[in-house]
């Protein structure tokens, strides 16, 4: 083939285009610790990082919405262990004031007490909104009216929150199934007072195996609470897991061989110079030279 | 006396020649670096009209100038370049688009994010459905997710009329190359009629074809001294020196490759494609959102509300999107509750859990956008490996033309010495017959 000088200059213009290309993909590899900086550069592969990119932001939401629900029952817990004392203390002054005048009168004004005191338990709130409500969750429950009777003014809704595509955490129980389910905490502790106070053995003794059932319904729902904590930190550990792998994932799909990028890089650098040094001697020589 | 004579011929001839190969080797010399410049070449033949002696040649005759042109390699030249330059012009512009569609790195805010935020958003609410704080959330999302919708149909369309503004110019080009082209044909024409190849003329319009090849590919044909040249369509640009204007409205899809179709393709055919799965994109949105919105409870107990304005079709969804009039002036119009007594979070849930399900074309609304994401990068990579291969064949192309019609100086040098020797033998062929005539001329004066 002839070969011209021409040919040389072209040749060596598009060596030097294509080595900058790689030096400068090796570059950009090696500063952002990338394989892929735009879809084109492997479809397929951005299309699964934008996937998990996705997951791990979609994640993330679930972990927020954990934590507001774990908090939530937490709190739940601890009221309900409140209201146990409570119920505990309410059924030892009623046993004590049996057959017992004088330890009646005292007791009843502490039952009055307790049971005020457990109004205010049932209207528990958690960063401000009512947690025994049911949905109705800015409106007190637990309403005590002018006689003294309370009612509930909630609903039978159970709040749920989504902590996975298909998993969603119960973070309350409706006040309907505690306070005011099986047995109606107010209207016992109303009729074990007045018992107490009227010396109605009976009467107290009725109440006091009220307050027994009662008891249990309370441990009941702390079952349920505890069911759905230990749900939630089961929850937490699989997103936790999730993310773990999701990481790793997104690490090999998307982090750039360091070291092959570096070997590249220097690669690159080598021919560069190369390409340059040949190109420096390509007009050197000439038949012109060795013309007298 | 006549044979001194005839060698005195002979040698002036060869003389004369020797100039002639000088000055093209001169030339060649000159135009060594001349784009599409086509080395010439002496071509001789010995010169037989001696009445005395007919088996004894008069000298050289020059015959003609011939230049080292392979049509072949100037034709695929031409074509390839039509395919470079369409290729690079689609590489510029899709290049472009991917900005817009470069949701791969985390860090940088794209329509994937802004559409996770606006249904995390929900998700949120679910939390707590009476908080005001988290319905102006919701609102806030929504309108960011409805900003990007837009920002994304404005920059395409930007693009796509940029691209129409491209064609008009690129028409004028093409008009102004094939008027030049005609004028060079006529000269041609002009010059070739006595037989005399008009090299440089022809190597000036393989230039201009080339250059037009680049805008649009051409077919160019040459018989009986007409030169006609048409577009793949076969629309007559030029017959001979008469060029045939093309206006714009004549530019359709069936011209040959080449930046002008390229410009064509994205105004018709990328841009569209990218605008409606975006449309569709916005209006499943729409659609699915207002759905399960309306369904649902708002905090005061009203149903029925939409939450996007409602959309009639797909059509320019991407632009039209927007809230619904009720959300924006009150979000407690915003509907998270599936009763209407009581905050419950059944329809935030909902809402925030279109998220993840495949109740989109393609999956969910993630994976319908993937799609776009993965059919923007993949045209892209496509159109950028297509520009590559042409490029390389137009390299080759260009080392095979630069072979056949390239000048090399070394080759010129040796030419120059060649004959310049033949120019001396022959200046001291018509030295020697001078002392031969000297010595007739003594020989009647003795």
Known sequence: MRVTEGMGYQNLLRDLE???????????????????????????????????????????????NLQFGQSKLGLTDTVLDGLQTMVERAITLGQSSISNATAGTSGAVEVDLLRDQIISVGNTTHLGRYIFGGSKTTTPPYVKAADSSVSYQGNNTAMTVQVGRAVTLQTQ?????????????????SNLSTAMKNGDNSGID????????????????????????????????????KDLAR?????????????????????????????????????????????? | ????????????????????????AANNIANAQTPGYTRQRLVTAPAVLNEAFPSIGTGVDVVRVQAMRDQMIETRLREETSAKSGGDTL??????????????????????????????????????????????????????LIDTLHSRNSDLKALQHRVDQAIAPQVDQLNQLTSQIAAVSAEIKRQEIDGHAANDLRDRRGELVKQLSGIVAVHDLESDGDYQLTTKDNRLLVFNGVQRQLAASD???SIGEGSLKANLDLRDNYIPKYLNALDQVAYELNQQVNSAHAAGYDLDGNTGNNFFASLSSSSDASRLIGLSSSVVADTRKIAASSQSTGNDNQVAMQIGNLLTSPVFTGGSITDQYRSLIFAVGSDLSNSRSDLNEHQSMVSQLENRRQAASGVSVDEETASILQFQRSYQASARMIQMVDELLQTTLGMIGA
């Open chain 2, 251 to 253: 530019v359709t899809s």
């Open chain 2, 1 to 24: 006396m006549s044979t001194l004579n005839s060698i005195l011929n002979s040698s002036l001839s060869s003389l004369r020649a020797d100039q002639l190969a000088l000055s093209l």
């Open chain 1, 206 to 241: 009725a109440q006091i195996k009220k307050l027994q059932q009662f008891s249990d319904v309370v441990s009941v729902a702390r079952t349920k609470i505890a069911g759905f904590i230990n749900m939630g930190s089961n929850v937490a550990s699989e997103l936790s897991a």
């Open chain 2, 91 to 144: 590489t510029k512009t899709l290049s472009d688009i991917e900005v817009l569609f470069n949701d791969t790195d985390a860090s940088n805010p794209g329509l994937l994010q802004a559409v996770t935020n606006f249904f995390n958003s929900f998700q949120t609410l679910s939390q707590d459905p009476a908080s005001m704080n988290f319905r102006e959330e919701v609102k806030s999302n929504a309108q960011a």
């Open chain 1, 18 to 64: 294509r080595v900058h290309e790689r030096l400068q993909k090796a570059q950009q590899q090696i500063s952002s610790g990338k394989k892929i900086s735009a879809p084109s550069d492997d479809p397929s592969l951005a299309s699964d990082i934008v996937r998990i990119n996705g997951e791990k932001v979609e994640s993330a939401q679930y972990q927020r």
């Open chain 1, 173 to 189: 129980i409706p006040g309907s199934e505690i306070f005011s389910g099986s047995v109606d905490v107010f209207s016992t502790l």
């Open chain 1, 247 to 292: 990481a790793g994932d997104l690490k090999q799909e998307q982090d750039a061989d360091i070291a092959q990028a570096i070997s590249e890089l220097t690669m690159s650098q080598t021919a560069l110079q190369a390409t340059l040094a040949a190109g420096a001697k390509i007009s050197q020589i000439s038949l012109l030279d060795y013309l007298k």
